[in-house]
């Protein structure tokens, strides 16, 4: 197994739900996951070790994810289709209300601004604010400050949805 087979087989799944973050079409989305491998393949042999291996994939992938979405922008799409996220374990009724809230937080993170969103996907990935600065190339303290406006929006979008 190569070095990058080895990488992707460690993070592409990460790479996954970041293009799914950026794409609402399953297809789509896997489309984008291509690209994003390409684009990485392409700039492995420029890794120099300054950031983790991580940190690095993930840059590069949010930055073709950012240039979809520019190029996208223009178009219309459609927000029916969310990726399937249920889990196996439990009752059918157990499973469809996990459903059900991850379909209600995929579609509150989607609705956030892109800057927002990217926040989001890099914190739900488990990045650090250090590894989401270098990724986004921002200041620590400016992740702290968006992530937080970032999760007051979704719990405020949440909240709304919630009410009847």
Known sequence: MSDFDALVAEHGPA??????SYEHDPGLAE????DMLVAIWRAWPRFRG???PRTFVLRIAHNRGASHALTQSRQPRS???IPDM???EGSALDRAERQEQ??????A???LPLGQRQLVTLAL?????AEMAKVLDITSNLVGVRLNRARAALSKQLAAEAKP
């Open 125 to 129: 990935e488990g990045l650090s604010y």
């Open 86 to 88: 249920s889990s196996p």
């Open 102 to 107: 991850a379909d209600r937080l995929l579609a």
């Open 50 to 52: 300054e950031a983790s």
């Open 79 to 81: 927000t029916d289709q």
């Open 31 to 34: 489309d984008l996951t291509q």
């Open 109 to 111: 993170v989607r609705a």
């Open 15 to 20: 790479i996954r739900r970041v293009a799914a």
